[in-house]
């Protein structure tokens, strides 16, 4: 079964902190894609990233960078000189590679609730 | 574009009672997935739907019915509301030119007392 685990419940840092949030799998398939949402306090959940079990490249978008590593299971990801609005929840997420690639279910890891104080 | 949205936004209801969660989306996805989001336990699969007319169960699908009519709509019922089944629900699409997106509608926030 598939399984994604965020163990990192809260981080609180001060803003300019930079701060890494942990995600590792569980998957059985060699083909499979990672998300990660931001959830921020008004509720909604926004796409940041998704990246296929392929590609390893680390991916850099802004202050945003994604660390995935096949090895440990991981993809990682690190927000650099933090501020007030990156606060909220992030949800790293996993999904099995269907024949259809618009077709994603998702399985989800508890989220890391982020806190930037000024 | 509205993109995804979902009626109603809040609600409360009483154990026993019966209600439809409706979710449209105007970007003619293919895929429709209906998530619960609880404290502490992310978003789980309720029921998702791989095109008009089929329908299939998630993760947690027991105390829920789902029904898709048309491609734009995907309805989520309860038939007999319990209080385990107060949670925020999320609508979902995906599919179409933005195949590595899953597109979400803003929740609907359910107490069942």
């Known amino acids: 079964a598939q399984k994604v685990t965020q163990a990192q419940t809260e981080i609180s840092v001060v803003e300019k902190e930079d701060v890494t949030l942990d995600c590792v799998y569980e998957?059985?398939?060699?083909?499979?894609?990672l998300f990660w949402y931001k959830q921020p306090p008004s509720g909604e959940l926004v796409f940041l990233i998704r990246?296929?079990?392929?590609?390893?490249q680390n991916e850099i978008s802004g202050r945003y960078s994604w660390n995935f590593q096949k090895s440990t299971s991981s993809f990682n990801f690190t927000i650099t000189a933090s501020q007030v609005v990156d606060s909220a929840v992030y949800f790293c997420?996993?999904?099995?590679?269907?024949?259809?690639?618009?077709?994603?279910?998702?399985?989800f890891g508890t989220g890391t609730r982020l806190l930037v104080s000024p | 574009n509205a993109g995804v949205t979902q009626t109603p936004k809040f609600r409360v209801l009483k154990t026993g009672q019966s209600m439809t969660l409706l979710c449209a989306q105007d970007?003619?996805?293919?895929?429709m997935y209906w998530y619960r989001q609880d404290p502490g336990m992310g978003l789980r699969l309720i029921h998702y739907?791989?095109?008009?007319?089929?329908?299939a169960k998630g993760e947690v699908p027991d105390g829920y019915n789902v029904s898709r009519l048309k491609k734009q709509n995907f309805l989520l019922g309860l038939e007999s509301a319990a209080p385990s089944q107060t949670s925020v629900y999320f609508c979902?699409?995906?599919?179409?030119?933005?195949?590595?997106?899953?597109?979400f509608g803003p929740g609907t926030r359910l107490t069942v007392t």
């Open positions: 997420a996993l999904s099995e590679a269907g024949k259809n690639t618009g077709f994603q279910k998702l399985v």
């Open positions: 970007m003619n996805h293919e895929y």
């Open positions: 998957t059985r398939d060699t083909t499979y894609y």
């Open positions: 990246r296929n079990s392929f590609d390893e």
């Open positions: 739907s791989v095109g008009e007319g089929t329908t």
């Open positions: 979902a699409s995906s599919g179409g030119e933005t195949t590595y997106e899953q597109y």
